[in-house]
């Protein structure tokens, strides 16, 4: 069965990701590190975008590569997952891969939260659906001090979800923001007390005062309080429409292996 998503974006995070790994393998082969490609919205390998363009998916990219000690493949989905490991038996039979039925949230904190970051250095791409990364999560990985991230955020989502007038922020989209952020704060930053045009009352809304821009700019903010550089990121829109913003984020505090990564990934960002 295709697994159908994404548009001429889709294109240009899966570039973005596939120039990363080889630029990274390059820089990191004299090292004596193991290194490990970590896939966590893993898919099926192969992907047709909504207009029909068949793409190589995120996995077959990194696979294709044939760079990393290890892969470790993360799918939810039961029918994908049975997709993707038969994908890996007849294409790439002598990787070292595992692929994982799971959910990627708890996976990715059970495996970073006993990383090996004394032998390992890595590449994560977090490529999900809608605003299902959890801060939580991101904070584990940061801690790492060991792995690049890669992150598909979803903008579009965060703005849906931050409604403009505050009484249209129910319960599920207010702790879907918290979940993604991290923090409750936003509430009192995105919105404030607005008087209603009407002139005859006394009433007022509370509305969301900031736009998209501003929104982006914050996911930015937020993200560096935890990882030691996390770049302004690319936006990725259909025909004019914003639909998500990729990031680039390093979790390692070395200074040389930060700049070498944020100028590799900053080219990419720019130019792809
Ligand atoms: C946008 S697709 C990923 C595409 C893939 N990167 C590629 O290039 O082919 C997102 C995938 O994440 C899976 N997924 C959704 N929620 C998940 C979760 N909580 N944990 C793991 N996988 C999940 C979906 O089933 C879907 O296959």
Redesign the pocket.
């Known amino acids: 069965m295709l697994?159908k998503?994404?548009g001429n974006w889709?294109q240009i995070?899966?570039d973005s990701l596939e120039k990363y790994l080889n630029a990274y393998l390059k820089v990191m082969k004299n090292q004596s590190f193991q290194l490990i490609y970590i896939?966590?919205?893993?898919?099926?390998?192969?992907?047709t975008t909504k207009d029909e363009e068949a793409?190589l998916?995120?996995?077959?990219?990194a696979l294709n590569t044939n760079g990393f000690d290890k892969y470790i493949f993360?799918?939810?989905?039961e029918k994908?997952h049975a997709q993707l490991v038969q994908f890996c038996r007849d294409k790439f039979p002598d990787r070292n891969v595992s692929i994982q039925l799971?959910?990627?949230?708890k996976?990715l904190r059970d495996m970073f939260s006993r990383f090996d970051s004394k032998n390992w250095r890595g590449v994560l791409?977090l490529?999900?659906?809608g605003m299902?990364v959890e801060w939580s999560t991101l904070k584990v990985i940061a801690k790492t001090r060991a792995i690049d991230v890669w992150y598909?955020f979803p903008l579009a989502g965060l703005f849906r979800n931050a409604a403009r007038n505050w009484e249209n922020v129910d319960k599920s989209k207010e702790q879907a923001i918290d979940r993604i952020l991290g923090t409750d704060e936003w509430k009192t930053i995105f919105y404030s007390e607005h008087p209603q045009s009407d002139l005859f009352s006394d009433d007022s809304a509370i509305v969301r005062s900031v736009d998209l821009n501003y929104l982006e700019r914050y996911v930015t903010e937020r993200l560096n309080t935890i990882f030691p550089a996390a770049l302004e990121p690319r936006r990725l829109c259909n025909g004019n429409i914003p639909l998500f913003s990729l990031y680039f984020a390093i979790s390692n505090d070395s200074k040389r292996a930060q700049d070498a990564a944020i100028g590799i990934a900053n080219y990419i960002l720019k130019n792809t």
């Open positions: 697994h998503f994404g889709t995070k899966l896939d966590a919205f893993a898919g099926t390998g192969e992907c793409l998916g995120s996995v077959a990219r993360i799918e939810k989905d994908r799971a959910d990627a949230n996976e791409f490529d999900p659906y299902s598909l």
